[in-house]
């Protein structure tokens, strides 16, 4: 039922810059320098009189890196690749293979946590899981771990004591060492030893508008001062039309011309400019166990917001398209979430708990079905989109259930999952887009089948019709809860009317240019609270009050196992009346498989019928007509 197929990586976006300029512009000024649009015009470079060390980093583990260690064996140079170990062996990402030849080539591995969140918007204890977890799967893949770079370089002095108690020698920011890009009046190098171990002062990302000369500036300024200078790479591209790539050929003329550099010019990994023994492996705090029977997801009704967005919610998605995200009024509470895609040429785009190690993602059992549902409108079919975390931390697509229709009211989606995955530890799911229309939703939720909470079933009597009268206004001329339905040729056209049997509300049907087919007003066809529940093998009684200028009918439909909806069956024909007159019939028993009926007066020629005071009972107990 997916639209297309779909990739679990998670969506990254770009490092942040810091910019120095304004507190520096007097200093750069006294010393006889100029502070230009692009960066700092400075005197010349002197030759280097200081030892310089050069550190090429390699954010994100991207297959495509392979191509830098290629260009690194051809020149004798060694680098550092930071990896996420949740990305490990998925398709774009480099395997343990990969990673056990650049080992084997003298490449050191270091760390980026499981999953690359930005630690700083992350609870303490998830934080610590991202950080020293990821540790912990690349110490048991066999290699020695000792270097660690923040994604996204964002930390604080808490997250840098995390880096530090999970064992890490060192940990890299980025933006703090001066480029023409940013950081206008930083220093030209990191000093050896650095002042801050775990958070190393490195210049911006390399970008796809760095040129040759670029990076050979940054070495050179460098070199002028002496110390240590971190280069970090993410991708390489020919073209390098992603804004965190560049050429190969690029990488190559930059490599071959470090080979020139004076003898007090070197090149190593972190670990060796950082040195230190290997400490122990230190796993993150264990995820506390879900509730019993409750609601597993966190912040389901999107009122917590951390930085302006839900907590413990991610934007996500995977191809051509373009989302925009924004808090709008809630079903309950204050908020909800909107999505509007525009551009859309294929992929999706929805709002997903978190990919994370458990502090917000709902954990779950393997083996285990879970119930999920979601309260949303939308101007376009939506489905669930739903991942799971395997034991290592990282996530993959899992299924997708079946489409739910359009609706300008807030509907319930519910679905059942197959059983979780061998080895899987947690779900995350959302309600998505696949083509060009908003959906807003709210009020998630998620249980274990074997602790669903039960509703009592409804006492004998009671009618299981929602907004029977038609009182509750819905979308435009449809009370909440109903809709429009028919087939064939011929032009319907519905109303609100203030004739009403009971209320005030009324619904009108008018039918013109009839040729073949209906119309009608039905209860939703949707999967979750509108359509009257039903029981299979049950009997009921529908009643409707009409008034009508032609001949009309009750219509019925069941929704099957699989949450579709079928035609089932129709009453007798029923004559025309000026006045409020009630249409009865009782159904044969429900089909095997059948969860909810939905039925309305059918209008099959030219003319009108009005319709009020919906009902629908099982049999036994049904109050008399």
């Keep these: 039922m997916t639209p297309s197929s779909e990739s679990s990586a998670p969506l990254r976006s770009r490092a942040p810059r810091r910019s120095w300029a304004g507190r520096a512009a007097a200093a750069l000024l006294a010393l006889g320098l100029a502070v230009t649009g692009v960066g700092i015009v400075s005197a010349p470079v002197a030759q280097a009189a200081s030892p310089t060390v050069v550190s090429l980093t390699f954010d994100d583990g991207t297959a495509d890196q392979l191509a830098a260690a290629q260009i690194m064996k051809n020149h004798g140079l060694k680098g550092t690749f930071y990896v996420n170990s949740g990305t490990?062996?998925?398709?774009?990402?480099?395997?343990?293979?990969?990673?056990?030849?650049?080992?084997?080539?003298?490449?050191?591995?270091?760390?980026?946590?499981?999953?690359?969140?930005?630690l700083v918007a992350l609870p303490s204890d998830e934080a610590t899981r991202q950080i020293c977890n990821d540790r912990v799967n690349l110490t048991a893949w066999g290699f020695r771990v000792?270097?660690?770079?923040?994604?996204?370089?964002?930390?604080?002095?808490?997250?840098?004591?995390?880096?530090?108690?999970?064992?890490?020698?060192?940990?890299?920011?980025?933006?703090?060492?001066?480029?023409?890009?940013?950081?206008?009046?930083?220093?030209?190098?990191?000093?050896?030893?650095?002042?801050?171990?775990?958070?190393?002062?490195?210049?911006?990302?390399?970008?796809?508008?760095?040129?040759?000369?670029?990076?050979?500036?940054?070495?050179?300024?460098?070199?002028?001062?002496?110390?240590?200078?971190?280069?970090?790479?993410?991708?390489?591209?020919?073209?390098?039309?992603?804004p965190l790539a560049v050429t190969p050929a690029l990488f190559d003329q930059f490599a071959a011309w470090l080979r020139t550099r004076p003898a007090t010019t070197t090149v190593k990994t972190v670990g060796q400019v950082i040195g230190g023994t290997v400490k122990p492996a230190v796993a993150g705090p264990a995820v506390p166990p879900p509730p019993a029977g409750g609601n597993l997801v966190k912040n389901p009704g999107l009122e917590t917001l951390a930085n302006g967005v839900p907590q413990c919610w991610n934007q996500a998605g995977y191809g051509t398209n373009t989302p925009a995200f924004s808090l709008v009024a809630g079903r309950t509470g204050a908020r909800a979430q909107q999505l509007v895609v525009s551009g859309y040429v294929d992929g999706d785009a929805k709002l997903l708990p978190a990919l994370d190690l458990g502090g917000c993602s709902p954990s779950a059992t393997a083996g285990r079905t879970y119930n999920l549902g979601a309260w949303y409108k939308s101007t376009a079919p939506t489905q669930f989109s739903l991942y799971y975390r395997t034991g290592i931390g990282s996530w993959k697509y899992w299924t997708s259930s079946p489409w739910f229709a359009a609706s300008g009211t807030f509907q319930k989606a519910t679905w059942t999952t197959p059983p979780l995955p061998e080895g899987a530890t947690g779900i995350s799911f959302g309600l998505n887009l696949f083509s060009n229309g908003t959906l807003t939703t709210d009020d998630y939720e998620m249980f274990d089948v074997a602790g669903v909470p039960t509703t009592p079933p409804p006492a004998a009597g009671t009618n299981l019709v929602q907004n029977p009268s038609l009182e509750t206004a819905g979308s435009g001329a449809f009370p909440q809860c109903w809709q429009a339905a028919g087939f064939g040729t011929n032009t319907p056209a519905f109303s609100i009317v203030t004739a009403a049997r009971t209320g005030t509300r009324a619904e009108k049907l008018t039918i013109t240019n009839h040729v073949s087919g209906d119309?009608?007003?039905?209860?939703?066809l949707d999967t979750g609270v509108c359509a009257p529940k039903a029981i299979p093998g049950r009997t009921y009684s529908v009643r409707a009050w009409y008034t009508s200028t032609a001949v009309t009918q009750l219509a019925l439909y069941y929704r099957n196992s699989a949450g579709s909806w079928v035609y089932w069956t129709s009453g007798p024909w029923l004559t025309p009346s000026g006045t409020y007159t009630q249409a009865s019939l009782t159904t044969p028993p429900l089909p095997a498989g059948a969860t909810a009926i939905s039925f309305g007066m059918s209008l099959f020629s030219n003319g009108t019928v009005t319709t009020d005071d919906y009902a629908m009972y099982e049999t036994v107990g049904a109050p008399p007509l």
Excluded at 111 to 118: I, K, L, S, W, Y
Excluded at 180 to 202: K, M
Excluded at 519 to 524: I, N, R, T, W, Y
């Design 88 to 118: 490990i062996d998925t398709a774009g990402f480099l395997s343990q293979s990969d990673l056990r030849a650049l080992a084997a080539a003298g490449h050191e591995i270091g760390g980026h946590t499981v999953t690359h969140p930005d």
């Design 146 to 242: 000792t270097s660690f770079a923040y994604p996204f370089a964002s930390s604080t002095p808490s997250v840098e004591t995390i880096a530090r108690n999970c064992g890490y020698n060192s940990a890299r920011g980025l933006g703090d060492i001066q480029t023409r890009f940013s950081c206008a009046g930083c220093p030209l190098a990191e000093r050896i030893p650095p002042r801050n171990p775990w958070n190393t002062a490195a210049p911006d990302q390399v970008e796809n508008t760095w040129t040759l000369a670029d990076l050979q500036n940054t070495v050179t300024r460098a070199e002028s001062v002496g110390g240590w200078v971190q280069l970090t790479f993410h991708r390489f591209a020919n073209p390098a039309t992603d």
């Design 519 to 524: 119309a009608k007003l039905l209860p939703l």
